[in-house]
């Protein structure tokens, strides 16, 4: 089964059950989808629906900080509760220990010591080794300690 069909046969158990959060998160998920395939004019496949959900996951984290600064611990909550629904359908996250292994791996591969002048260039080279796999922030975090 896709992992298109896997959202859409979950939105309509969520339905079923009442399950309101759920219910909107997948709807939105598929939303976002649709609406990519019909401004692209192409299918995707699951790797494809990934990328959307994984953007879907990066808005709502990005969103978190701006709820706890304002003080908004009820859209706090619910944005954590989306984006661990969202999480579920993602492939499973590298710890951070797995990403810095990638990282140098692929500086003794492209023969990078240090220097920050590097960092665009090592970044370019590790991103579609964890793509789907870790978030963007945290490999430049790890990518930022090793130069």
Not at 110 to 131: C, D, R, T, Y
């Amino acid at each position: 089964m896709s992992l298109k069909n896997r959202l859409a046969n979950d939105l309509k158990e969520a339905m079923k059950a009442k399950e309101k959060i759920r219910k909107e998160t997948l709807s939105y998920a598929l939303a976002a989808i649709k609406q990519y395939e019909i401004d692209n004019k192409k299918e995707l496949d699951d790797q494809g629906v990934i990328d959307i959900l994984s953007k879907q996951v990066k808005m709502r984290k990005d969103a978190l900080s701006s709820f706890e600064a304002a003080g908004r611990t009820d859209l706090y909550e619910v944005y954590n509760e989306e984006i661990n629904i969202l999480m579920d359908y993602l492939p499973k996250q590298l710890s951070e220990e797995q990403i810095l292994n990638i990282v140098k791996q692929t500086a003794n591969e492209l023969g990078i010591e240090g220097g920050k002048q590097n960092m665009g260039k090592l970044m370019g080279a590790v991103m579609p080794k964890v793509k789907g796999q870790a978030d963007g922030s945290i490999v430049k975090k790890v990518v930022e300690s090793i130069l």
